[in-house]
């Protein structure tokens, strides 16, 4: 089983609509998530944190549920902007106490006009 | 703000040629990374390091060296270049655990 695992997408969606992506993670000590936005031939940038309690930056809303290992992305009113590859990053530990920084294959995101 | 820079960002090698990677960072971070990114495959961690003089295998280190001999640079080695070897790299660092990744641009590389 992969370490992080997504949909792949993609999603193709309209303008204005609400989306969401899942991503799951094997890791039960898996210490923290992220959601990366990566577009086409460019270098991947942080969307957000995802916080135990859920956090909102925006149209942007992150869940974690650790009981069923998943974090989650909701998009609201998406917008053309919003095409482009979401990444999410989890962080477990290895063996040797060193923490690694482990990314999902990506869902991938066309907003239609 | 320079951030993460990568060197080369474009190369063509040919088979069995080497070449080296730099990845050079102006934020005083700790942690820094090695990826390779595949169609379909996402990014692959290769080698990573926790400090200055300190590395290690990431998911698929096959193929390729590593060396932190400065807390600011972080260079990836192909002694024997492959067309397996033709991706997208890049490197990221981040200050500690649980804090977020920058990165570099990235190198796209060809082996013919």
């Known amino acids: 089983r992969k370490e992080v695992e997504q949909d792949p997408g993609p999603f193709n969606v309209p303008e204005g609509a609400t989306v969401a992506f899942n991503c799951t993670y094997s890791n039960s000590a898996s210490q923290s998530f992220f959601w990366y936005r990566q577009d086409c031939r460019k270098e991947p940038k942080l969307l957000m944190s995802?916080?135990?309690s859920g956090n909102e930056d925006g149209r942007f809303t992150a869940q974690l549920n650790r009981a069923s290992q998943y974090i989650s992305l909701l998009i609201r009113d998406s917008k053309l902007s919003d095409s482009a590859t979401y990444l999410c990053?989890?962080?477990?530990?290895?063996?040797?106490?060193?923490?690694?920084?482990?990314f999902g294959t990506g869902t991938k995101l066309q907003v239609i006009p | 703000n320079a951030g993460v820079t990568q060197t080369p960002k474009f190369r063509v090698l040919k088979t069995g040629q080497s070449m080296t990677l730099l990845c050079a960072q102006d934020?005083?971070?700790?942690?820094m990374y090695w990826y390779r990114q595949d169609p379909g495959m996402g990014l692959r961690l290769i080698h990573y390091?926790?400090?200055?003089?300190?590395?290690a295998k990431g998911e698929v280190p096959d193929g390729y060296n590593v060396s932190r001999l400065k807390k600011q640079n972080f260079l990836l080695g192909l002694e024997s270049a492959a067309p397996s070897q033709t991706s997208v790299y890049f490197c990221?660092?981040?200050?500690?655990?649980?804090?977020?990744?920058?990165f570099g641009q990235g190198t796209r590389l060809t082996v013919v």
């Open positions: 990221a660092s981040r200050p500690r655990a649980n804090t977020e990744a920058f």
């Open positions: 990053v989890v962080n477990p530990m290895n063996s040797g106490g060193y923490q690694k920084v482990t």
């Open positions: 390091s926790v400090g200055e003089g300190t590395t």
């Open positions: 995802v916080y135990s």
């Open positions: 934020m005083n971070h700790e942690y």
